[in-house]
T-cell receptor
Framework: DTGVSQNPRHKITKRGQNVTFRCDPI?????LYWYRQTLGQGPEFLTY????????KSRLLSDRFSAERPKGSFSTLEIQRTEQGDSAMYLC??????????????FGEGSRLTVL | DQQVKQNSPSLSVQEGRISILNCDYT??????FLWYKKYPAEGPTFLIS?????DKNEDGRFTVFLNKSAKHLSLHIVPSQPGDSAVYFC????????????FGQGTILTVHP
C-alpha cells in the first residue's frame, strides 16, 4: 500500500520564525522526495533521500532549509528564519507503482506554509 | 529557463466532448513523460505516462501522445466528465533519478455539465 502522511497540513507563521514539516510514508520506501509548489506553478524538486542519505539538493534549497531522514523512514523539512517568499505548499513523495524507473510518484496531501 | 511549458493556463470543455491538454519541452534528455492531476488542497495524483520509445499510450478515457521530434506531449480525455475538472500537470523524468520530475505550470481544466 502506497501512502504518505504529511503534517501539519497548514502552518501560519510570522516572518523570522522557524517551521518544521514532517512526512511519514505508510510503508517502506528507499527513496523519499520533497517538492515545493507556489501559486500558479507546478511542483519544483527540492531534495531526495535514498534511505538516510540525502543524495541531491536543488538550488532552491537555500542554507535556511534543512531536511533529514534519520532512520530511513519518516523525514522532516525545517525552514529557519522564514521569509514571505517561503509561502508555498511543501509536498512529500515516494515512488508508486511497481517500478521506480518511470517517474511515477505518490504525493502526500502537502503542508501549506503561510508566512505573514 | 523553463524546460517544460504548458502554454494554456486554462481550458473549458463541455461534458462528453474531448479535452486536449498540451505540453512542450526543450531538453531531449527525458525518458519518461507523465501527466498528473491535482484537486485543490490535495497533492498531485499520477494519471498516465509514456516512455520515450513510444508515441502513444492509452488507459481508458485517457490517451497520452508523444511527438519527440517536435518535443511535444499531449493528453486527450474522451469523453470528458465534470469530475475531470482539476489542474493537470505534465511532468518529465530522466537522468540519475526518475523521481526528480520537472513539471509544467499546469492547465486548469473545467468540464461543464
Amino acid at each position: 500500500d502506497t501512502g504518505v502522511s504529511q503534517n501539519p497540513r497548514h502552518k501560519i507563521t510570522k516572518r523570522g520564525q522557524n517551521v518544521t514539516f514532517r512526512c511519514d510514508p505508510i510503508s517502506e520506501h528507499n527513496r523519499l522526495y520533497w517538492y515545493r509548489q507556489t501559486l500558479g506553478q507546478g511542483p519544483e524538486f527540492l531534495t531526495y533521500f535514498q534511505n538516510e542519505a540525502q543524495l541531491e539538493k536543488s538550488r532552491l534549497l537555500s542554507d535556511r532549509f534543512s531536511a533529514e531522514r534519520p532512520k530511513g523512514s519518516f523525514s522532516t523539512l525545517e525552514i529557519q528564519r522564514t521569509e514571505q517568499g517561503d509561502s508555498a505548499m511543501y509536498l512529500c513523495a515516494v515512488h508508486g507503482g511497481t517500478s521506480r524507473s518511470t517517474g511515477e510518484l505518490f504525493f502526500g496531501e502537502g503542508s501549506r506554509l503561510t508566512v505573514l | 529557463d523553463q524546460q517544460v511549458k504548458q502554454n494554456s493556463p486554462s481550458l473549458s470543455v463541455q461534458e462528453g466532448r474531448i479535452s486536449i491538454l498540451n505540453c512542450d519541452y526543450t531538453n531531449s534528455m527525458f525518458d519518461y513523460f507523465l501527466w498528473y492531476k491535482k484537486y485543490p488542497a490535495e497533492g498531485p495524483t499520477f494519471l498516465i505516462s509514456i516512455s520515450s520509445i513510444k508515441d502513444k499510450n492509452e488507459d481508458g478515457r485517457f490517451t497520452v501522445f508523444l511527438n519527440k521530434s517536435a518535443k511535444h506531449l499531449s493528453l486527450h480525455i474522451v469523453p470528458s466528465q465534470p469530475g475531470d475538472s482539476a489542474v493537470y500537470f505534465c511532468a518529465l523524468a530522466g537522468g540519475t533519478s526518475y523521481g526528480k520530475l520537472t513539471f509544467g505550470q499546469g492547465t486548469i481544466l473545467t468540464v461543464h455539465p
